[in-house]
């Protein structure tokens, strides 16, 4: 399998950190992020939206989007990773469309602002990193009722989900200080059985 990835994104890392815990050789070929000027040629077969992460499956199948990817993964290969009661499968994607639509567009792109060197109003500053804010606090809520991982008491998708750009909020200029319940959480994700880091 061939993942198109780029070091710097968490979309790209929850794909790799996935994988490499179920076991599942792949190769990566890392694409530029600032500049996009060559996703057409590259990407414009396999995934409509351009982005990485993509997978090419050996049989020249693809499959766009972490969220995607991910769950497939988790649900097609038996593992331990998806709860199989339904309620709780659905609690995993309500924590995979919490990461997308509160984490990914203040904390990633907070972070990315930061990494890529881009100057931005303070307004807009502001704004991400109060959302960014938003999304740490209602984490930490979740966790304040004695619960070890985000669903099912138990490591699962949701967890590396969310997992992906929380862990690396502070190069977005997010503190985490005021979070310790998120950071023990972190801790238990990061000791998960064949866990790799973001770099």
């Not at 050789?25 to 992460?53: I, K, M, Q």
């Not at 792109?109 to 740490?136: I, N």
């Amino acid at each position: 399998m061939l993942l198109y990835n780029n070091s710097w994104s968490a979309n790209c890392y929850k794909v790799r950190l996935l994988l490499t815990q179920l076991g599942i050789a792949f190769e990566t070929r890392d694409l530029d992020v600032v500049d996009r000027s060559n996703r057409p040629e590259v990407l414009g077969g396999l995934n409509p939206a351009l982005r990485v992460p993509t997978l090419v499956f050996d049989d020249g199948r693809s499959l766009g989007e972490s969220g995607a990817i991910l769950w497939y993964f988790a649900s097609t290969v038996g593992t331990r990773y998806l709860p199989e009661d339904p309620f709780e499968r659905a609690q995993v994607l309500q924590w995979m469309f919490f990461e997308q639509y509160d984490i990914e567009p203040n904390i990633a792109v907070a972070r990315f602002w930061k990494l890529a060197g881009l100057e931005k109003p303070a307004s807009e500053v502001e704004a991400k990193l109060a959302g960014g804010q938003r999304a740490l606090a209602a984490i930490e809520a979740w966790l304040s009722g004695g619960r070890q991982f985000l669903v099912a008491d138990h490591y699962t998708i949701a967890d590396i989900a969310v997992y992906g750009y929380t862990h690396v909020a502070e190069q977005g200029g997010f503190s985490l200080d005021a979070y310790p319940l998120l950071q023990a959480w972190h801790a238990r994700v990061a000791a998960q059985p064949g866990y790799i880091p973001i770099t």
